[in-house]
């Protein structure tokens, strides 16, 4: 039996109309008549949902049909593929705005004046942590990613520190001629982890409230 009639099955026999499984599971009633019909195919968490809903196992729904089996398994690499390529986009961006953000210091601190200091307090003590708060709330908030994420809290140090050392550092040891070697200040790390901490907590907490509103009653 096609996992499309063993659906129509389990929701009559829950005594369910199209309509209330519809609002049950947050689709349409079209949606519902699709998948009945074998038009198209749910995706695993609809899957579960329906095994939840239908009082039915998912060894029942998804037992013996190779077709279901496997949209499945590609409908997770896509989402794989999508993940793996929004966690490229998200640490290139940052990468990006790092890297502008230390080419634009130089001639900003080659020149005199109020305006350079400006420039250099905006850059590395705004543009930065908000691009770091920014991005890391994008991590968190993606469940993909995994417990992994945590490890992009030493990205954010370690990019925090060498920020400040190959700008302000550097230009500290020009002026004296290298008279001095600057070594880098690593409580910088403490300071990119924190800032990175808490745009990802805040991720995971947005990512946990949008769940448990998903999640039936």
């Known amino acids: 039996m096609e996992i499309g009639s063993k659906i129509r099955k389990s929701r009559t026999e829950a005594g369910l109309t199209q309509e209330k499984a519809a609002e049950e599971l947050g689709v349409t009633r079209q949606t519902i008549s699709n ?97 770091t708060l920014v991005t890391a709330f994008m991590i968190g908030k993606d469940r993909l990613w995994g417990p992994s994420k945590w490890l992009m809290l030493i990205f954010y140090g370690v990019m925090y520190m060498l920020a400040e050392y190959v700008t302000f550092g550097l230009a500290n040891m020009l002026m004296n001629e290298y008279s001095s070697f600057n070594w880098p200040r690593f409580g910088m790390i403490i300071a990119g982890a924190v800032m990175g901490a808490i745009g990802m907590g805040i991720g995971v907490l947005v990512s946990k409230i949008r769940k448990r509103g998903k999640d039936p009653a």
């Open 35 to 131: 998948w009945e019909n074998n038009r198209s195919y749910p995706d695993i968490i609809s899957v579960i949902k329906m095994s939840d809903l239908y009082s039915v196992t998912l060894d029942y729904l998804l037992k013996e049909d190779k077709t279901m089996i496997e949209h499945l398994e590609e409908s997770t690499n896509v989402v794989k593929s999508v993940s793996r390529r929004s966690r490229i986009i998200i640490i290139s961006v940052y990468l990006v705005i790092w890297a502008v953000l230390v080419i634009l210091f130089w001639p900003g601190n080659c020149a005199s004046g109020s305006d350079a200091m400006g420039f250099s307090l905006l850059a590395f003590y705004v543009v930065l942590p908000v691009t």
